[in-house]
């Protein structure tokens, strides 16, 4: 099975991850320094893309199935405003997924091992 989802980063959103997280890095926050270290504009935290990632995995997946061990690498800044699309496959075994920035640029891979809930109980 294979499903799609359309994921933007708000500068609330990340202005937000910053108090939370206390990481204030100028390129999250500033469209200027990032500019100055030759981003196009703000990049979006590492550790919010993956919450994000993960909190739709468990929305739509985690009735049916636990993850047992995942793994999930950048390949390309995730940026402010930018329409993304998370394209997730969906196996019994697994679920690997891809992000997919507005201009088709490959931004994200990574891949979930699962187990059933009830395999889970067992264990």
Known sequence: MKK???LIFSKKDIQDYATASGDYNPIHLSEREAQQMGF?????HGML????VGGII???YGSVALVKDYS???QAPVYLDSQNQLEVKFTEQELSFHLYSEDGTP???GKAVLSSREEA???
């Open 40 to 44: 196009k504009t703000c990049v979006v």
């Open 4 to 6: 799609s989802h359309r």
């Open 72 to 74: 999930m690498r950048f």
């Open 58 to 60: 468990r929305t739509q």
């Open 49 to 52: 893309v993956m919450g994000r």
């Open 121 to 123: 109980h067992h264990e």
């Open 107 to 109: 931004v994200l891979k």
